[in-house]
């Protein structure tokens, strides 16, 4: 190969150990879904970091097809960096437009996670329906902001099976949402459906209109 940035099994093994403990201390799931969410997004990370320090596969295959088109696009680490190779983009990789976003949207995913589940804890302990926070914006947060730190991988460094997975795992958590809705309404009955008509489940709705809706 043409540098040492691949083949680093250790590395793939410690970064998917490190990130998957790392979003249990935000998420800490309880019940069979929530592992079910859980391991739908290390299986995420395995496919990920497996291509990041083992082996560049997306690499091989579009390098033999555009590399004449796109010269960046190489077998070393920076030219794992798709979205900068495809551009052109030559200073550093990790201050790239594309890196520097996907860092927003990996922080604010799991931000997003870490306050719903403060929400949902607090909710739980009142035995109340959760509401606040990021519940008044949507009614699946926490699902939302795996999904969110998902993209901001796919924007710092996108493989094949990773943008395969993605659209799979957007319908394993739809799946996941309504199931949980079913057994949460439920519980609480037109109390749900209350909440249910005026949020919605994954995208929140500009504040103004989600304002005019509440003032009705």
Known sequence: MADAAYGLWPLVVLNIALFVVF???????????????????????????TEMYGIPLT???????????FPLLRDTHAG???????????G???LSPFHL??????????WLI??????????????????TGPYARVRHPQYDGFLLVMIGFLLQWPTIPTLIMFPILVVVYT???RSEE????????????????????????????QDERSRR
């Open 59 to 69: 690499i091989y295959l579009l390098g033999s097809w555009l590399g004449s088109r």
């Open 80 to 90: 794992g960096h798709l979205w900068n190779d495809l551009i052109g983009w030559t």
């Open 23 to 49: 979003a249990m201390s935000f998420f800490r799931p309880h019940t069979n879904r929530d592992w079910r969410a859980m391991g739908a997004f290390a299986a995420f990370l395995v496919a990920l970091f």
């Open 175 to 177: 799946r996941l949402a």
């Open 114 to 131: 870490s306050a719903a589940w403060v929400r949902l804890h607090e909710a739980a302990r009142e035995d109340r329906l959760a509401t």
């Open 101 to 110: 976003a996907s860092y927003l949207a990996i922080a604010g995913g799991f």
């Open 182 to 209: 079913r057994e949460v309404a439920r519980r609480f009955g037109e109390q749900w459906t209350a909440y249910a008509a005026r949020v919605p489940a994954f995208l929140p709705r500009p504040r103004t209109t």
């Open 92 to 94: 550093d990789p990790h």
